[in-house]
């Protein structure tokens, strides 16, 4: 399914996950970029598959389709994802040797390899090699 999901994105679209259920009928499709995602491009890809023959011939009952973005509970696995979110907060669990550690940083800034955090007044270095988990922190701000 991946390879056929592949096809039909545009340039600037990552694929983040797929699930298939054939029982039920269902297929769920996360994509990303390092621009927003408009409803347009999910609408667009969401024709592309349901036009497509290979995937009518894996639900010959039909199937239910999903095009996302990630919601807030899917960790970050892209680094455009962190430079997506500079100034917001992450929950990061990563490896120090063999020890795991976590922190909660503001996101000063990321590249291809690492991800620059500020956590109480110090900045931190994590290469994306080290991060095991890292998910926005979500806070309700009240004015």
């Not at 694929?15 to 970029?33: A, K």
């Not at 990630?70 to 680094?79: I, K, M, R, S, V």
């Amino acid at each position: 399914m991946t390879n056929i999901v592949e096809n039909y994105l545009l340039p600037e679209l990552v694929l983040v996950d797929v699930f298939e259920d054939t029982r039920g009928n269902y297929i769920r499709i996360i994509i990303d970029s390092e621009r927003a995602v408009t409803l347009a491009d999910t609408t667009k890809l969401s024709k592309k598959l349901r036009d497509d023959e290979e995937i009518d011939a894996r639900f010959p009952n039909g199937f239910r389709l999903e095009v996302s973005t990630p919601g807030l509970d899917q960790p970050l696995a892209f680094p455009f994802q962190y430079r997506k979110n500079i100034n917001r907060q992450l929950n990061v669990v990563f490896m120090e040797g063999e020890e795991s550690k976590t922190i909660t940083g503001k996101v000063m800034g990321a590249d291809e390899s690492s991800v620059t955090l500020m956590d109480s007044g110090q900045e931190i270095v994590l290469s994306f090699d080290q991060i095991k988990s890292a998910k926005v922190k979500v806070s309700f701000n009240k004015p």
